[in-house]
Protein backbone atom coordinates (compact mmCIF):
# COMPACT_ATOMS: atom_id res chain seq x y z
CA UNK A 1 0.00 0.00 0.00
CA UNK A 2 3.12 2.66 0.41
CA UNK A 3 3.83 4.54 -2.67
CA UNK A 4 7.29 5.79 -3.59
CA UNK A 5 8.65 7.71 -0.33
CA UNK A 6 4.98 7.66 1.85
CA UNK A 7 5.51 7.24 5.21
CA UNK A 8 1.75 5.28 5.78
CA UNK A 9 1.79 6.43 9.35
CA UNK A 10 -2.16 6.32 9.13
CA UNK A 11 -3.36 3.37 10.83
CA UNK A 12 -6.49 1.04 9.70
CA UNK A 13 -9.24 1.31 10.27
CA UNK A 14 -9.24 5.29 10.07
CA UNK A 15 -10.23 7.66 13.04
CA UNK A 16 -13.29 9.66 12.59
CA UNK A 17 -11.66 12.74 11.63
CA UNK A 18 -9.07 11.12 9.16
CA UNK A 19 -11.82 9.60 7.07
CA UNK A 20 -14.07 12.88 7.60
CA UNK A 21 -11.20 14.77 6.54
CA UNK A 22 -10.72 12.07 3.18
CA UNK A 23 -14.63 11.97 2.44
CA UNK A 24 -14.69 15.56 2.10
CA UNK A 25 -11.67 15.61 0.01
CA UNK A 26 -13.33 13.12 -2.38
CA UNK A 27 -16.16 15.64 -3.47
CA UNK A 28 -13.26 18.44 -4.41
CA UNK A 29 -10.59 20.64 -3.07
CA UNK A 30 -10.42 22.50 -0.16
CA UNK A 31 -9.05 24.62 2.71
CA UNK A 32 -8.96 24.50 6.39
CA UNK A 33 -11.88 26.25 7.24
CA UNK A 34 -13.89 24.78 4.46
CA UNK A 35 -12.72 21.44 5.29
CA UNK A 36 -14.13 22.26 8.83
CA UNK A 37 -17.42 23.74 7.71
CA UNK A 38 -18.23 20.83 5.61
CA UNK A 39 -17.41 18.59 7.75
CA UNK A 40 -19.72 20.25 10.35
CA UNK A 41 -22.40 20.54 7.72
CA UNK A 42 -22.04 16.35 6.15
CA UNK A 43 -22.39 15.58 10.21
CA UNK A 44 -25.37 17.79 10.59
CA UNK A 45 -23.03 19.41 13.14
CA UNK A 46 -22.70 15.49 15.35
CA UNK A 47 -18.87 16.24 14.71
CA UNK A 48 -16.41 19.46 15.27
CA UNK A 49 -13.26 19.39 14.90
CA UNK A 50 -11.07 22.16 16.17
CA UNK A 51 -8.44 23.95 14.57
CA UNK A 52 -5.07 22.02 16.27
CA UNK A 53 -6.91 18.41 15.65
CA UNK A 54 -7.34 19.24 12.22
CA UNK A 55 -3.96 20.34 10.95
CA UNK A 56 -2.78 17.78 12.78
CA UNK A 57 -4.60 15.37 10.93
CA UNK A 58 -3.51 16.88 7.76
CA UNK A 59 -0.04 16.98 8.47
CA UNK A 60 -0.47 12.69 9.22
CA UNK A 61 -2.28 12.47 5.51
CA UNK A 62 0.15 14.89 3.93
CA UNK A 63 2.92 12.67 5.41
CA UNK A 64 1.50 9.63 4.54
CA UNK A 65 0.28 10.62 1.19
CA UNK A 66 -3.08 10.44 1.19
CA UNK A 67 -3.27 13.90 0.32
CA UNK A 68 -1.76 16.58 -1.05
CA UNK A 69 -1.44 20.48 -1.27
CA UNK A 70 -0.92 23.12 -2.69
CA UNK A 71 -1.03 27.21 -2.15
CA UNK A 72 -3.84 29.27 -4.15
CA UNK A 73 -6.91 30.57 -3.55
CA UNK A 74 -10.66 28.99 -4.12
CA UNK A 75 -13.96 29.80 -4.32
CA UNK A 76 -14.84 31.07 -0.96
CA UNK A 77 -11.66 32.45 -0.33
CA UNK A 78 -9.70 35.36 -2.41
CA UNK A 79 -6.64 35.13 -0.28
CA UNK A 80 -3.88 32.98 -0.52
CA UNK A 81 -4.26 29.39 1.57
CA UNK A 82 -3.43 25.95 1.78
CA UNK A 83 -5.42 23.81 -0.57
CA UNK A 84 -6.00 20.21 0.30
CA UNK A 85 -6.66 17.27 -2.10
CA UNK A 86 -7.31 13.69 -1.70
CA UNK A 87 -3.90 11.54 -4.27
CA UNK A 88 -4.27 8.05 -5.81
CA UNK A 89 -3.65 6.44 -2.47
CA UNK A 90 -5.88 8.41 -0.22
CA UNK A 91 -8.83 7.70 -2.44
CA UNK A 92 -7.53 3.79 -2.47
CA UNK A 93 -7.30 4.38 1.60
CA UNK A 94 -11.01 5.44 1.80
CA UNK A 95 -12.69 3.12 -1.01
CA UNK A 96 -10.93 0.54 1.63
CA UNK A 97 -12.52 1.89 4.87
CA UNK A 98 -15.69 2.68 3.46
CA UNK A 99 -15.92 -0.70 2.33
CA UNK A 100 -14.77 -1.94 5.70
CA UNK A 101 -17.50 -0.10 7.19
CA UNK A 102 -20.65 -1.13 4.74
CA UNK A 103 -19.51 -4.86 5.60
CA UNK A 104 -19.40 -3.35 9.94
CA UNK A 105 -22.87 -1.93 9.33
CA UNK A 106 -24.10 -4.82 7.56
CA UNK A 107 -22.68 -7.43 10.07
CA UNK A 108 -25.07 -4.80 12.45
CA UNK A 109 -28.65 -5.03 10.11
CA UNK A 110 -28.52 -8.84 10.78
CA UNK A 111 -28.12 -8.37 14.42
CA UNK A 112 -31.92 -7.84 15.67
CA UNK A 113 -31.32 -6.31 18.83
CA UNK A 114 -29.27 -3.76 17.15
CA UNK A 115 -30.93 -3.13 14.40
CA UNK A 116 -34.45 -3.48 14.79
CA UNK A 117 -36.23 -0.27 12.69
CA UNK A 118 -35.45 1.75 16.08
CA UNK A 119 -33.04 4.89 16.71
CA UNK A 120 -30.91 4.57 19.49
CA UNK A 121 -32.11 8.30 19.76
CA UNK A 122 -35.96 7.51 19.64
CA UNK A 123 -38.50 7.35 16.83
CA UNK A 124 -37.98 5.42 13.50
CA UNK A 125 -34.72 5.38 11.47
Sequence with gaps: MNQGTHDLTVPLPLTHPI???????????RH???LRRAIIA???GR?????????RSLDVLLMA???GETWGTIDDAPELRRIFRLTDLGERIARAETERLV?????AQRTPRLWDGQSAWGGAR
Design 19 to 29: YHILLVLAAGE
Design 32 to 34: GYG
Design 42 to 44: STE
Design 47 to 55: MRVGSGSLY
Design 65 to 67: GLI
Design 103 to 107: QLVAL
